[in-house]
Each structure stands twice: as structure tokens, then as C-alpha cells.
T-cell receptor, first 114, second 115 residues
Framework: GDSVTQMEGPVTLSEEAFLTINCTYTATGYPSLFWYVQYPGEGLQLLLKATKADDKGSNKGFEATYRKETTSFHLEKGSVQVSDSAVYFCALSDSGGGADGLTFGKGTHLIIQP | GAVVSQHPSRVICKSGTSVKIECRSLDFQATTMFWYRQFPKKSLMLMATSNEGSKATYEQGVEKDKFLINHASLTLSTLTVTSAHPEDSSFYIC???????????FGQGTRLTVV
């Protein structure tokens, strides 16, 4: 079956540091890939997505590139801020984002210190 | 890690009937549960947030009379799709978090098909 593996936290960084959160996946088909973010006390929000190989999703300074050869979708940001403190979930959908469900990683808790 | 069980995983129902989806936290007390829906070819959409013992908070555009959410205990929340129509066919997923929990745990999801 499909699965998503992401680094578990908490990950603690200082403000303005470079961020990488690793995510790798296994899928039977050709999935779409997502990063979701959950701020304290709130529900999930879509951060970025990519639907085909070599696509780069980007939003709010975050980027992730769909690497089919390494089955990875690592999340990066060049300079993090305290407001980026949240839980980040990598996810895949094995039907191009259709109503066939999402498989989530376990989430990475990111803490940014001033 | 904590386990959230969602049931059923798949359901097919006739138009006009109601369907109940359960979300259970098996090994922790979930003070907050979130219900999401995934539309075809789109990403997840938050429908509502429920806190144990109080009324759910619905997101804008979600019909509270159609999608009834009950969170009567610290381990169970239910979503009832009332008078279902084919356009309600979708993938519904819940997540649960304990008090002060920094991470939410997801159910397996429910694929609803209304015929």
C-alpha cells in the first residue's frame, strides 16, 4: 500500500536558519504530493503541492520538488521565522488529488526560537 | 504513536439517506477533532472543528444542518451526512488531538459514494 515517511521531530531551529524536512513515499501509482501545515489550535492548511515529476511547489517561502527518481518531496525554506513554528505533514494522493484519499506522514513538529 | 480509528472505510448509500462516520481515538483522550473533506482533484478542505462537549465550529460554506457533528465523549466524534446526494460523494477524514497535543493523528478516511 501507499505510505509516507517523514522525519519526526521536534525539530528546533533558530530564526533565519535554513530548514529541510525530509519526506519520502511509496505509492502504487503516480501520486500527487502535498505539504500541509497545522498551526497550534488550528486545522490543517495546504502549504504547497506538486502533481508530476520535477514540479516544484512553493508558497510563503517554502519549496518542495517532486523527485520521482528518489521518491522524495523534501520541504525547504531558506530563512525560517518564529511564525513558522507548527506541525508539517507530508501527504500523497494516488489518484491525482481525486477523491481516492490521502495518505499522511506522521507529522514533523517544527519549533523556531528567536 | 497514538491511534485514530475511522469507520467505515468505504460506504455506498442511496440518495436521500443518511450516513454516519465514526472517528475514535483508541489510546488517548481527544479534546479536539477535525473533520476534512477531499474534493476530486483538489486538496483537503477543513469542514469543522469539534471540541468535546460543545458545538462544532463549521468553516464558511459548510452546511451545519447537512453535516452533523457530534463529539459527545473524549474518544468519539461522529459526522452524519444527512439526506445525502451524489455531490456529497467524497473522501472524508478525521484527525484528533489531545489536550495540549502538538500533533494531530489521522483516521484512515472514509470513501463515501452516493448513488
Amino acid at each position: 500500500g501507499d505510505s509516507v515517511t517523514q522525519m519526526e521531530g521536534p525539530v528546533t531551529l533558530s530564526e533565519e536558519a535554513f530548514l529541510t524536512i525530509n519526506c519520502t513515499y511509496t505509492a502504487t501509482g503516480y501520486p500527487s504530493l502535498f505539504w500541509y501545515v497545522q498551526y497550534p489550535g488550528e486545522g490543517l492548511q495546504l502549504l504547497l503541492k506538486a502533481t508530476k515529476a520535477d514540479d516544484k511547489g512553493s508558497n510563503k517561502g517554502f519549496e518542495a520538488t517532486y523527485r520521482k527518481e528518489t521518491t522524495s518531496f523534501h520541504l525547504e525554506k531558506g530563512s525560517v521565522q518564529v511564525s513558522d513554528s507548527a506541525v508539517y505533514f507530508c501527504a500523497l494522493s494516488d489518484s491525482g488529488g481525486g477523491a481516492d484519499g490521502l495518505t499522511f506522514g506522521k507529522g514533523t513538529h517544527l519549533i523556531i526560537q528567536p | 504513536g497514538a491511534v485514530v480509528s475511522q469507520h467505515p472505510s468505504r460506504v455506498i448509500c442511496k440518495s436521500g439517506t443518511s450516513v454516519k462516520i465514526e472517528c475514535r481515538s483508541l489510546d488517548f483522550q481527544a479534546t479536539t477533532m477535525f473533520w476534512y473533506r477531499q474534493f476530486p482533484k483538489k486538496s483537503l478542505m477543513l469542514m469543522a472543528t469539534s471540541n468535546e462537549g460543545s458545538k462544532a465550529t463549521y468553516e464558511q460554506g459548510v452546511e451545519k444542518d447537512k453535516f452533523l457533528i457530534n463529539h459527545a465523549s473524549l474518544t468519539l466524534s461522529t459526522l452524519t451526512v444527512t439526506s445525502a446526494h451524489p455531490e456529497d460523494s467524497s473522501f472524508y477524514i478525521c484527525s484528533a488531538g489531545g489536550q495540549g497535543a502538538r500533533v494531530a493523528f489521522f483516521g484512515q478516511g472514509t470513501r463515501l459514494t452516493v448513488v
